[in-house]
């Protein structure tokens, strides 16, 4: 059975940073590899959103407008760990984050659509403060 583990949320003050990880199991080390893995994220009251989207074996990555230039995904192959570095915090990141994958041959690319992830963590809380 496959698990996604997110841990690293917290509070935090505007301009403060932070570091998500998400620990996977029950993956071989090849699943993880031609995964597809990406951060989401919801705030109260919205809509869950597409953070930024890894490609197999950390190919190549993507990140919504929102976070280009203050939020890093990487990809540990050997731990089968994701991560995200949140730095420049501002209030707007506050939310609930989620770590998500599917396989890359279900659609040969890695997309921020949230329907097309299966496999989802239980979320990580993070809080930034003005």
């Known amino acids: 059975q496959v698990q996604l583990v997110e841990s690293g949320g917290g509070s935090v003050e505007a301009g403060g940073s932070l570091r998500l990880s998400c620990a996977v199991s029950?993956?071989?080390?090849?699943?993880?590899?031609?995964?597809?893995m990406g951060w989401f994220r919801q705030a109260p009251g919205k809509e869950r959103e597409g953070v930024a989207i890894i490609s197999p074996a950390g190919g190549t990555s993507g990140y919504a407008d929102a976070v280009k230039g203050r939020f890093t995904i990487s990809q540990d192959n050997a731990k089968k760990t994701l991560y995200l570095q949140l730095n420049s915090l501002k209030p707007e990141d506050t939310a609930m984050y989620y770590c998500?994958?599917?396989?890359?041959?279900?659609?040969?690319?890695?997309?921020?659509?949230?329907?097309?992830?299966?496999?989802w963590g239980q979320g990580t809380q993070v809080t930034v403060s003005s």
């Open positions: 029950g993956y071989t080390s090849s699943t993880f590899r031609e995964s597809c």
């Open positions: 998500a994958a599917y396989p890359y041959l279900k659609y040969g690319q890695c997309i921020f659509r949230a329907s097309a992830y299966d496999v």
